[in-house]
Nanobody, 121 residues
Framework: QVQLVESGGGLVQPGGSLRLACAAS????????MSWYRQIPGKERELVAL????????NYGDSVKGRFTISRDNAKNTVYLQMNSLKPEDTAVYFC??????????????WGQGTQVTVSS
């Protein structure tokens, strides 16, 4: 079955770094576009980063450009999010996301359980 499991979150001081991991099972990350989203309580989830399934093209939310990097290790079937120069406003639950087509040709959304990132002095 399809599963996404995030890890690597924690408490970090402003200016610090963290690397999040999204371990996938039931499918190959090389065949899907993979994304990181984050959510602050009371607000909708926002896109943080995306990596394409073919060329490796990446896209980032405006607030994290130049600080965060998304990457993929096909051998480990894992997607990463390297976060540098962290700010208090980066505090959120971070989720891994993908979508794929069912045998009935309907698109289906898959989300990980989330990992907490807290940036505070």
């Amino acid at each position: 079955q399809v599963q996404l499991v995030e890890s690597g979150g924690g408490l970090v001081q402003p200016g610090g770094s963290l690397r999040l991991a999204c371990a996938a099972s039931g499918f190959s990350v090389s065949s899907n576009a993979m994304s990181w989203y984050r959510q602050i309580p009371g607000k909708e989830r926002e896109l943080v980063a995306l990596i394409s399934s073919t060329s490796g093209f990446t896209n980032y939310g405006d607030s994290v450009k130049g600080r965060f990097t998304i990457s993929r290790d096909n051998a480990k079937n894992t997607v990463y999010l390297q976060m540098n120069s962290l700010k208090p406003e980066d505090t959120a639950v971070y989720f891994c996301y993908t979508k794929m087509m069912t045998p009935g040709r309907n698109w289906y959304d898959y989300w990980g359980q989330g990992t907490q990132v807290t940036v505070s002095s």
